[in-house]
């Protein structure tokens, strides 16, 4: 479980990020979870955005995917959102 400072130290780190994923009109599919896990892999921490296509709840969708690939959300800001998860070995970001 993430700490407020923390989830306030990656909200700061996560304004500066573009979103580096897209989920349109086919919503979430077992290859989009796989994709999402590679790249959270490889970065930590990712900004996802929802598009206007998309007929399901973005808040939803940040939750389903937090469970399915156990990371964290760390802000829903309308139709984006941020996911944080530490990697198993040498983690980029070092939380406060």
Known sequence: M?????????RALGNELDPVFQIGKGGL??????????????????KVKVLKSCLDDA??????????????????????FLLYRKPLEEPK???P
């Open 2 to 10: 993430l700490t407020s400072k923390q989830r306030a130290y990656l």
């Open 59 to 80: 808040g939803e969708l940040a939750d389903e995917i937090a469970r399915a690939l156990d990371c964290h959300v760390v802000q829903k800001i309308g139709k984006s």
């Open 29 to 46: 599919s077992e290859e989009t979870i796989n994709q999402l896990d590679a790249v959270l892999e490889a970065r930590e921490l990712i």
């Open 93 to 95: 970001i070092q939380l």
